[in-house]
């Protein structure tokens, strides 16, 4: 399975201006800046699609954990927190919490909490942001 997302970006870093789209097209042409990535400016960012994506895989790994031991969440919430900070002069994701709220009747929270660090060692997200990084290059004239 593969799935596509694009971007596009005009100008500089500071005054350019970007748009971000999926092939859904559950965003398309979503604006981003320098203002919606290192200030509050109306738009997304990288940071927060991060964060959007490791807070969905993780919860959606949580409840097929809880399936190995026969419990059906009635609700799983999940809040990821995406650290972005200047380290020795390189912007770097230095941090991502996750905050799960869950309403498991008859669980136990020693097994809720075993679920819980099974699902954040697994999602394909959470590997990935442990996985090696490779690069393809086009420079178009």
């Known amino acids: 399975m593969e799935r596509t997302s694009s971007a596009v970006w005009n100008g500089s870093l500071k005054e350019g201006k970007g748009t971000i789209s999926t092939q859904s097209e559950v965003l398309h ?15 997304t960012n990288p940071e927060e699609l991060i964060g959007a994506a490791h807070a969905g895989c993780f919860t959606m790994a949580l ?31 230095s941090k991502i919490h996750l905050d799960v709220t869950a309403k498991i009747p ?4 020693e097994a809720f909490d075993a679920a819980a660090a099974s699902a954040k060692a697994n999602c394909p997200v959470s590997r990935l942001l442990k996985a090696e990084i490779s690069l393809s290059t086009t420079l178009e004239s």
Request: aromatic share 8%; charged share 20%.
């Open 63 to 93: 409840a097929a954990q809880l399936g190995t031991i026969q419990q059906v969440p009635e609700k799983l919430a999940t809040k990821a927190t995406v650290t972005l900070e200047n380290l020795t002069g390189s912007w770097t994701i």
């Open 29 to 43: 042409d979503a604006p981003y800046s320098f203002l919606t990535r290192f200030e509050n400016a109306k738009g």
């Open 106 to 109: 008859g669980l136990s929270k």
